[in-house]
DNA sequence: GCAGAGCGCTTGCAAAAGTTAGCACCCCTG
DNA sequence: CAGGGGTGCTAACTTTTGCAAGCGCTCTGC
């Protein structure tokens, strides 16, 4: 399997996901639905703009559906973890609260018993 | 000034300053010399690829490289948001509510009144 | 039954992206 | 001065991207 058709299949399933027909989101995103179509059978591969536009309708983030096409190489592990602390925007404490949700996410991950805990309280206070 | 010639005078600003020539550069990145001669006097506008490629020779991130090709919005400037989007522990939906958080605390610094919005209710819902 | 509107898909076609070959212009070195 | 090797740029070509038009199908209302 390509990793055309991965995109393709990935897109193919959100958009199904968002109950949203082929001219639908050809209409929202302003490529046409032919082209929808081919690209979500892996049989072309859409430029970074329409990327963009597809994930933008979709609500899937840009560097994610870039990193889903394979424009954006995976980074080594600890990469959140470094980006979080290097970020000039946010104040210690959210770096901090971000980085403990972080890490429950990738606990509920390893969990046999997924889905049982909740970052919710995590952010009760700010 | 079009974004697309900024584009070009700044990966051309960065080869000269790594005393590089078009050919190595060309030779380094796999693309040819004359497109990269087209793409830095912005007649030409670069895919991914390319712009992934150049960047990787000239040692500049690549999300740096596609903010400075407007194909990443100024908003997910950083580190933060492609280094989320390329982890492999995480699901895709803790993902999107990872960078929805990330995004609120951003908010929260830029409001007048800081604190007013919370971002408890992003993690409510699975 | 049979318009009409929705669905996804196929087919040519225009416009970009990108390459190979070759241009002109230097700066050396014999 | 001939020449080779360096620079960047131009021209013609091939490949890929993306779209308009139209296909066949299904479902719904008249």
Known sequence: MSAL???GEFIREQRRNAQISLRQLAQQTGVSNPYLSQIERGLR?????????????LRISTPVMYLR???????????????????????????????EIYDS?????????????RAGHLVEES
């Open 45 to 57: 591969r859409p430029s970074a703009e329409v990327l963009q536009q597809i994930g933008n309708a």
């Open 69 to 99: 096409a394979g424009l954006l190489e995976a980074k080594e592990s600890g990469g959140v973890v470094s980006a979080i602390a290097a970020d000039d925007e946010l104040t210690e404490r959210q770096k901090h609260l971000l980085l």
């Open 105 to 117: 996410f990738r606990r509920e991950n390893t969990e046999h018993s997924p889905g049982a805990d």
């Open 5 to 7: 058709s991965e995109l």
